[in-house]
């Protein structure tokens, strides 16, 4: 358990992007959620009261992770791991995701300067005008994704936690080597679950045996541990497939998933 209990670890997710870097593929992501594997959860489905909108679901609090919609805008959250920030009462982030997915989007950059402090500290990933922007909620900035390599996990966008660059650099390497790309390979990168040297960790508050086993792309321990990967592939067509691999707590995988959306 972390010692500041499960609201500060909540949430915990890793994003790999790569934009403009692939022949087929002008959008690449590949993204991990981590979470207590007692939360209910329910697999990515196009849900029933946004049926253009797929994505995974939080029993718990209702919300989402990750997701895309039909019109092939994308959003993801993580949350930024800092004690000091931490609100038991705050709004659950998760419903963030899905605000930013539905036809009529409340998300852009002045309604969350407005109403991040409603929430605990997030970053949050999302399509704005055809473009991939990252908010800061505890920065209050707001900064298009540009064309290249980029990491997002639990600081800021593009930080030199050694897990980060680590997938980064496998990302690199894969889509450099690799014509067309596969998903399965992919996956593989974002089950590693080699663990930076203590010298490397960042300090975030949450003790030295987590900030261990949190420098994994793949974590997995009794209680808590990665639950899924997402993969991306947005073609140039505007079509995307989305795949999908859930996790039981010994890392085992189950109920893969892959959807085809055409873009509309």
């Given at each position: 358990m972390s010692?500041?209990g499960?609201?500060?670890?909540?949430?915990?997710?890793?994003?790999?992007?790569?934009?403009d870097q692939h022949?087929?593929?002008?959008l690449?992501i590949?993204?991990?959620?981590?979470?207590?594997?007692?939360r209910?959860?329910?697999?990515?489905?196009f849900?029933?009261?946004h049926?253009?909108?797929?994505?995974?679901?939080?029993?718990?609090?209702?919300?989402t992770?990750?997701?895309?919609?039909?019109?092939g805008d994308?959003?993801?959250?993580t949350n930024i791991r800092?004690?000091?920030?931490?609100n038991p009462?705050?709004?659950?982030?998760?419903e963030l995701v899905?605000?930013?997915?539905?036809?009529?989007?409340t998300?852009?950059?002045q309604?969350?300067?407005?109403?991040?402090?409603?929430?605990n500290?997030?970053?949050?990933?999302?399509?704005?005008?055809?473009?991939l922007v990252c908010?800061?909620s505890?920065t209050?900035?707001?900064?298009?994704?540009?064309?290249?390599?980029h990491?997002?996990?639990?600081g800021?966008l593009d930080d030199v936690?050694p897990k980060?660059?680590y997938?980064?650099q496998l990302?690199e390497?894969?889509?450099?080597e690799?014509?067309p790309?596969?998903?399965?390979?992919?996956f593989?990168?974002m089950?590693?679950?080699?663990?930076?040297?203590?010298e490397?960790?960042?300090?975030t508050?949450v003790g030295?045996?987590?900030?261990?086993?949190?420098?994994?792309?793949?974590i997995?321990?009794a209680?808590?541990?990665?639950?899924?990967t997402?993969?991306?592939?947005?073609?140039h067509?505007?079509s995307?497939?989305?795949?999908?691999?859930s996790y039981?707590?010994?890392?085992?995988?189950?109920?893969?998933?892959?959807f085809?959306l055409?873009?509309?």
């Open positions: 010692p500041y499960q609201k500060v670890l909540y949430n915990m997710c890793i994003l790999f992007i790569a934009i022949q087929d593929h002008p690449v590949a993204a991990n959620r981590d979470e207590f594997h007692v209910p959860t329910k697999s990515a489905y849900w029933p009261d049926a253009h909108m797929l994505a995974g679901q939080d029993l718990q609090a209702g919300g992770w990750l997701g895309i919609n039909q019109q994308f959003a993801a959250l800092d004690r000091h920030y931490n009462n705050a709004k659950s982030r998760g899905s605000l930013a997915l539905q036809q009529k989007q998300i852009n950059e309604w969350l300067l407005a109403h991040c402090q409603d929430y500290p997030f970053n949050l990933i999302y399509s704005d005008n055809n473009r908010f800061n505890i209050k900035t707001q900064v298009e994704l540009a064309a290249g390599f990491a997002i996990c639990n800021a936690w980060m660059a997938g980064e990302l390497q894969l889509i450099a690799q014509q790309l596969s998903a399965e390979h992919l593989a990168i089950q590693d679950p080699s663990q930076a040297p203590d490397l960790l960042p300090e508050g030295l045996d987590w900030e261990r086993k949190l420098s994994a792309i793949f997995k321990s209680d808590y541990g990665t639950r899924s997402s993969v991306l592939l947005k073609h067509s505007g995307t497939d989305f795949y999908e691999q039981t707590p010994d890392g085992s995988i189950f109920n893969k998933q892959h085809a055409a873009k509309t």
